[in-house]
């Protein structure tokens, strides 16, 4: 059993309006060294497989078919040793 992390963002060249306006509240809030805020999404999942190798080849194919979308995303996955 593996725990995989998938962390998903927007591409850089796509326009991020939410994690601009969060970084307009927080230079409102005098937070005003933050220089740029993009927003993405985490997921954290619980995955059988044989191998970390069966494992990585599925998340891809979760990533790629669902989880993210790849003309305006882009993601990132770590896969560890599940713990009891």
């Known amino acids: 059993m593996y725990t995989v992390k998938v962390y998903v963002t927007l591409k850089p060249s796509v326009l991020d309006p939410q994690g601009q306006a969060v970084?307009?509240?927080?230079?409102?809030?005098?937070y005003t060294g933050v220089e740029d805020v993009r927003m993405g999404?985490?997921?954290?999942?619980?995955?059988?497989?044989?191998?970390?190798?069966?494992?990585?080849?599925?998340?891809?194919a979760m990533c790629e078919r669902l989880l993210a979308n790849?003309?305006?995303?882009?993601?990132?996955?770590e896969i560890t040793e599940a713990t009891s």
């Open 23 to 30: 970084k307009d509240s927080l230079h409102y809030l005098d």
């Open 70 to 77: 790849p003309v305006i995303e882009q993601y990132r996955y």
């Open 41 to 60: 999404k985490y997921m954290e999942l619980q995955l059988r497989a044989s191998d970390r190798g069966e494992a990585s080849k599925n998340v891809e």
